[in-house]
Structure formats: structure tokens, C-alpha cells
């Protein structure tokens, strides 16, 4: 007798009225929850025989503690005879503990008074009522909104706004292709083939691995939850393939991609996500973006990205190509390149952080703009670079999470401000840079920048006046290692809100 249709259960009624209480939820015979029975209709029981009318099911009986005094049975056989009815459950005023039966509930209240079933009765009525009511609301919005060819996250929107729940669509992997709460990440995992409420979730599975997640649902908002499902699940499915079916193609497919990697300030991350559904990016799995620079040997680059998965042409993007890679491998790549190999290639390879969707996008293009713009500089060695190989990318890791920010700026201008405007041609500033990056040793520092120690002696001689710092105190290089650093970061791209 659990609901399975949308109907109202016990957990409902006592969500809805706060003097019903749970005193023995009965054992569970069979998977069932017996909390979740469906409550059709409420009657009390009679002191004289036949102390009930005829039982269709799903009626919840008021047995208050005058009737069973009238009666003569004692109140637990009276339980037992019940539970063997197809009733929902029982509802006492007795004193002393509730009596166990093998699967009723038995639910409380201080006082069966002779309005009490008049009273649960109009209320499920009322809501039962309400419930119908919005099911074809719901069905009818459905049906506008796909006859005008809305996108999934327009359809989505739009219903959790009348619903006033959140509504969540995830891949295989659980990556969130939309949603409308910010708690979707903490969507509760159950099984796979469940069809149940788990943590204030209700799930319904979509086709290509997608699920759909209602939710956080109250208690009070089960009932609806059911309700809607089965609708939000038939017309999200409706709008998944539409867009399915409408994914550019060729070169179409390329600039659409490509405007993936370069969002305008309007675009939200759900409106990424449905254009990347759109274009026709591979869901259930996580995605990388890359960006080489072009060259004789653009092969061997190409051969090099696509060891992490299948590549997706994007384009250009700052006059590098783009790549969008849908990651075939479950876990993080093991960076197995020789180092000989990586500095030998014929040109720059710069790999984001793999991310769990296309609503993460902007971020993986931040990651690349900002390694390509140091390997520009020179600032980093290697010519292939991953955000996630933290060993190469060293301190500019640290530095990246305030890449473009205030605090960054106000931080290089306290330490090396002063320096960097009176050296205009940036010699001072790259002196000082290779010789923190050798420990204060001038020889080498000299060799690398192919000066003889006497002109190093002067140029330090010079730095040395400007900086508050002093660069052979081994208490001020790390600062003034790192503001340098910072001072050559390429301008960072806008972040989108």
C-alpha cells in the first residue's frame, strides 16, 4: 500500500498535522516502509458490533480509549484484528505504551475528540485537491513550454519556480548539468535502481545515465514531490532530446564551442550548460580544455592532449587553438612525460584541471589562459603544462588563486612597487627574479643572464637602494620571490559571475 501515484501517505498527514504522533511504526515484512501507506479516508471505530463499516483501504482509524472501554476487547487484540485489514494505519488517545503489531503504525494524539475525523477529512481533502490541481498546472506548462521548443535549463527554471522546490539533473558521475539550488552538490547517492525519498531527495533516472533530483524536499513537500515527478521527468526528458537532436554540426559545431570558452558577462553557468548540451558535448563524464600554439607540428600536440581523452575542435582562442577534452579516464592522469620530451616539443601545450561539467568551463579557461600567459613570459620551462601537475607549476599555483584581484596588486606594490617603476626596461626586475631564483649565488645567477659579475654587482648595487627588503636575507626572498612572480603574471581575463 506505499504510494506510488502521487498519493497522500501517513509521513504526509503527520507533516501536515502536528498533533499526530508515531508511536510503534509497525516491523517491516517487505521492503516497504509502512509509514508510507496511502491514507484514502479517516473513520472511528464503534463501541457496538460491527465496530467498523465495510474496509475499501487505505482508511486510517480513530480508536480513542472510551470505544475500547465500551467494547470489552482489550486494545491490542483490537490491533492485531486491524492489522490483518488493509488500513493504513491506527490513531490512539490511550494511556500507556503503544501495543506492537507485525506491520501497523499506530499513531497518537492527546484526545480523540468528536471533530477529529471531520477535521483530518476536510484536510485531506483540501490537499488532495491542491495536489491535482497543480499536477495539471504542471502538465499544462510542460506541454507550452515544449511546444515552443524551450531549452532544458528554461523548462527547468520555469517549474521549479511554480513548484517552489529545487530541480537538479546530473550525468552518470553525478556532474550537475542543471540546477536550481545551491545544495545540489549535497544530493544524496542511493542505490542505483532506487525510486525513493533518501535524505529529503526524490530521484527519477532520465535516459542517456542522466538522473533528475527534487529537492531538498520538507516534510511537508512529499506529497507534491511524488506528485511531480513522474510530469518533470517526461518533460525534461522531452527537452534532453530535442537538444539532443538539434546539436550543431561541422563547422557550426566548432563556433559554438568555441563561445563556450568565451562567455559574455550575461551568460550564467546554466545557460553554459544548455549550450553545451546544444553543441553536443558528451555528458558522464569530466572535461579539460587546452590551448597550443599553432606550428609545423601541430600533430604532435594534438597526439599529446588527446592521451587524456577525446578531443572536441573549439577553435581559436587568443590566437591559440582550442581544445575541449572529454576525459576518458576515471581518475587524475599520472604526468609520466620525461622532462627531455616535454622541453623538446615543438610547441606550447597548456592542459586545465579536468572539471566535473560545462558549468565549470570558464574556470578551466582561466586555468589555461593563465598557464599559456607565463609560458609566453617565459616564466615557466616546460613547454606542456598541466594546472594539475602542481610539481611544474610551482608557486605560480599559489599565486593563481589571486590572480587579478586587489590583494594581489596592493601585495606587489607593498614589496617591489617601487622598483618596478623606476625600471622601466625590466632589467632589474629580471635580475633580481634569477638571482632569488639561485639562492643569492652570483655566478650562476650572472651566467644564465649572460652578464659579467661586475655589471651584476652594479645592477644589484641598484636594486638594493630601492627595496625595503633586503635580497640576501634568506627571511625576505620568499616575499619578494613570490611579488616578482606576481608582477609578471599575464591580465586577467574577467570572472563570470
Not at 160 to 188: K, M
Not at 344 to 360: E, M
Not at 415 to 439: A, F, P, W
Amino acid at each position: 500500500m506505499a504510494s506510488r501515484n502521487g498519493e497522500i501517505t501517513l509521513r504526509d498527514l503527520m507533516a501536515w498535522e502536528p498533533h499526530l504522533r508515531l508511536l510503534s511504526g509497525g516491523r517491516k515484512v517487505t521492503a516497504e516502509d509502512p509509514l508510507d501507506r496511502d491514507v484514502e479516508w479517516v473513520m472511528t471505530a464503534r463501541s457496538s458490533a460491527p465496530m467498523l463499516p465495510t474496509l475499501r483501504g487505505g482508511e486510517l482509524i480513530l480508536m480513542p480509549h472510551r470505544i475500547v472501554l465500551e467494547s470489552g476487547v482489550p486494545l491490542g487484540m483490537l490491533v492485531s484484528e486491524l492489522a490483518g485489514q488493509p488500513v493504513a494505519g491506527i490513531v490512539i488517545d490511550h494511556p500507556g505504551p503503544a501495543p506492537v503489531t507485525s506491520q501497523l503504525p499506530v499513531l497518537g494524539v492527546p484526545t480523540i475528540g468528536n471533530d477529529l475525523e471531520s477535521d483530518l477529512n476536510r484536510l485531506l481533502t483540501s490537499r488532495r485537491g491542491d495536489l491535482l490541481r497543480t499536477g495539471a498546472d504542471i502538465e499544462r506548462m510542460i506541454a507550452e513550454l515544449t511546444a515552443r521548443d524551450a531549452r532544458p535549463g528554461e523548462l527547468i527554471e520555469t517549474l521549479a519556480r511554480r513548484l517552489g522546490l529545487g530541480i537538479t539533473v546530473t550525468t552518470a558521475t553525478g556532474a550537475i548539468l542543471f540546477s536550481t539550488t545551491e545544495y545540489a552538490s549535497s544530493r544524496p547517492m542511493v542505490p542505483d535502481g532506487a525510486d525513493r525519498e533518501s535524505d529529503g531527495w526524490i530521484r527519477q533516472s532520465l535516459l542517456g545515465q542522466r538522473m533528475l533530483w527534487v529537492g531538498p524536499v520538507a516534510p511537508n513537500q512529499r506529497a507534491l514531490g511524488r506528485l511531480v515527478i513522474r510530469r518533470l521527468r517526461d518533460g525534461i526528458q522531452r527537452t534532453l532530446d530535442q537538444a539532443d537532436a538539434t546539436a550543431p554540426h561541422g563547422l557550426a559545431r566548432v563556433q559554438a564551442l568555441n563561445t563556450l570558452l568565451q562567455p559574455n558577462g550575461a551568460s550564467s553557468v546554466d545557460q553554459i550548460a544548455a549550450n553545451a548540451l546544444r553543441a553536443g558535448l558528451p555528458v558522464g563524464t569530466q572535461l579539460r580544455v587546452a590551448l597550443y600554439a599553432s606550428g609545423p607540428r601541430e600533430t604532435e600536440a594534438r597526439r599529446r592532449i588527446a592521451s587524456f581523452g577525446v578531443l572536441h575542435d573549439a577553435g581559436t582562442l587568443d590566437n591559440m587553438t582550442a581544445q575541449i577534452v572529454a576525459v576518458q579516464e576515471p581518475r587524475a592522469r599520472t604526468f609520466a612525460i620525461p622532462t627531455g620530451a616535454a622541453l623538446d616539443l615543438p610547441t606550447t601545450i597548456a592542459i586545465s584541471a579536468p572539471i566535473p561539467s560545462a558549468r565549470q568551463l570558464p574556470e578551466a579557461v582561466r586555468q589555461v589562459r593563465f598557464i599559456a600567459g607565463l609560458q609566453q613570459r617565459g616564466l615557466l620551462t616546460r613547454t606542456e603544462v598541466h594546472f594539475d601537475d602542481n610539481v611544474h607549476l610551482g608557486a605560480f599555483r599559489l599565486i593563481y588563486d589571486r590572480w587579478g584581484t586587489p590583494e594581489l596588486h596592493r601585495y606587489v606594490d607593498s614589496l617591489v612597487g617601487e622598483l618596478l617603476r623606476k625600471d622601466r626596461r625590466g632589467l632589474l626586475r629580471e635580475t633580481l627574479r634569477v638571482y632569488l631564483e639561485h639562492g643569492g649565488a652570483q655566478r650562476p645567477t650572472a651566467e644564465q643572464l649572460g652578464i659579467h659579475r661586475n655589471t651584476l654587482t652594479y645592477r644589484l648595487r641598484q636594486i638594493r637602494t630601492v627595496l625595503d627588503l633586503d635580497p640576501d636575507d634568506p627571511k625576505s626572498r620568499l616575499g619578494l620571490h613570490l611579488a616578482l612572480l606576481a608582477s609578471e603574471l599575464p591580465p586577467a581575463p574577467p570572472v563570470l559571475q
